[in-house]
């Protein structure tokens, strides 16, 4: 915090000499990098000593979705990066903390702002199905990587771990890791598929039977 401050300090004084001015832009960029690195430390932190504490609700799963492509619209227009939305109805509820549940969409997007290849589209799918002799409602995220994958899916999700072998690009290596830990405290699975230069994430939550509020629940949203 105080290195982010002094380097506003110094951005407010708009000094345009070089190559002081480049100086300045780089502690600014790697300040904020380091606060972010930081944080995501202590959420991991968090999850692993298990003192997460998670106030469950009933989330129209769809609203979340539609919330997050709203949310990430201009990054995405950005990289001409178009998002196809498939859903079979209009409604699917899970079971979540909405801060964390949004923690996990929201990392799951950083990635694909930061991965995926520029005018690409991504599929965003959600259905029901039985899985594990249960019924589960499934969260389909698929898009195609601007580098090549060279990693086993199972080492996108340990910590600190990035699919391309470049460490110019912003990034902890935490995202997934983070997703996966929160998708699976609040009771779902997390899979990653890697098909040639397709990155698929697929998510898993216990189906929950439909209860009178839940068309306000969609509407509210």
Not at 137 to 155: D, F, M, W, Y
Request: one cysteine or more; a negative charge; aromatic letters at 8%.
């Amino acid at each position: 915090t105080s290195i982010i401050n002094y380097v506003d300090l110094r951005k407010r004084e708009r000094i345009e000499t070089e190559p002081v001015k480049g100086y300045i832009e780089v502690l600014d960029v790697k300040s904020q990098r380091l606060k972010q690195l930081t944080d995501d430390l202590v959420e991991v932190s968090r999850i692993s000593s298990g003192n997460l504490v998670l106030n469950l609700e009933r989330i129209n799963l769809i609203e979340l979705m539609k919330q997050a492509v709203g949310e990430f619209s201009e990054k995405l227009e950005e990289k001409n990066i178009s998002v196809v939305q498939n859903y079979a109805e209009d409604l699917f509820v899970i079971q979540a903390d909405s801060r964390h549940m949004w923690r996990v969409i929201e990392n799951l997007f950083h990635n694909i702002c930061k991965y995926a290849l520029s005018g690409t589209r991504v599929f965003v799918d959600i259905q029901k199905m039985e899985y594990d002799e249960h019924k589960k409602i499934v969260l389909t995220i698929k898009n195609i990587s601007a580098q090549p994958l060279k990693v086993r899916p199972e080492e996108l999700m340990e910590r600190f771990i990035r699919g391309e072998e470049s460490r110019t690009t912003e990034g902890s290596g935490l995202g997934l890791s983070i997703a996966s830990s929160l998708t699976e405290v609040q009771g779902g699975k997390f899979n990653i598929v890697l098909d040639g230069d397709l990155f698929k994430v697929i998510l898993f939550f216990p189906w929950q039977e439909p209860q009178d509020g839940d068309q306000s629940l969609a509407s509210e949203e």
